[in-house]
């Protein structure tokens, strides 16, 4: 009979020692989940700024196959942006295609664009836009009629995409949950983006 019960007690774990084990796997796990998610936070944004990169490239594309100028803006502290055509009235008038829901904000200039032609999207989940800096020269002053110095209704500053394939100066900083920054510049003559480190407002001049 004593046997027995020694063998039962060899074969099996008291309820004590399965609380104990479970406890120190807890432990474990919480020590090694910021190790863990880093790399997977890491690559939202990462995929963020690829998706980004790839908006910039198509919005160029449209514009030089359409022959009329594109604009890329977001909603700052969201995941959210759009891209349409920048569409003066002389252009509606010209080719007849204002949609409904457009109207006209001032100086020619109509702010919402025919909805076919308008692309919206979010970024990855835990990514955030933070902010941009846009360069006004000459000629987006005087395609926008000053109205690119400023965002709109609680959109960033547009970047223009041009029918001869150059686009805005600009930058664009997205952050994740966890405070990591990454930043989308894209160059004007050309039109390539790259993404780079984003450390402090230098880097959006360099």
């Given amino acids: 009979m004593q046997r027995s019960a ?3 007690r060899l074969g099996g774990f008291s309820l004590l020692e399965l609380l104990v084990v479970l406890t120190l796997l807890v432990i474990l796990l919480s020590l090694a989940a910021p190790s863990i998610l880093a790399p997977l936070r890491g690559s939202r944004l990462k995929n ?6 790839a908006e910039f490239a198509k919005a160029r594309v449209e514009a030089m196959e359409s022959g009329r100028v594109r604009m890329f803006r977001f909603q700052t502290d969201t995941g959210n942006y759009q891209v349409e055509p920048w569409l003066r009235a002389s252009d509606t008038q010209e080719n007849n295609i204002v949609g409904e829901g457009e109207r006209v904000i001032g100086n020619g200039l109509i702010e919402q664009s025919v909805e ?3 692309r919206q999207g979010t970024l990855a989940e835990g990514v955030t836009f933070m902010g941009e800096q846009v360069d006004v ?3 987006s002053y005087e395609t926008t009629d000053g109205q690119i110095a400023d965002g709109q209704a609680g959109y960033s500053r547009p970047i223009l995409f041009y029918p001869d ?3 805005s100066d600009a930058a664009v900083v997205m952050k994740s949950e966890d405070g990591g920054m990454t930043m989308v510049k894209l160059r004007g003559l050309t039109g390539i983006a790259k993404i780079g480190e984003y450390q402090s407002t230098e880097d959006l001049s360099q």
């Fill in 48 to 53: 963020a700024a690829d998706t980004i990169c």
């Fill in 165 to 167: 394939g150059t686009t």
């Fill in 6 to 8: 020694t063998i039962r």
């Fill in 116 to 118: 076919a032609t308008t």
């Fill in 137 to 139: 020269d000459m000629r």
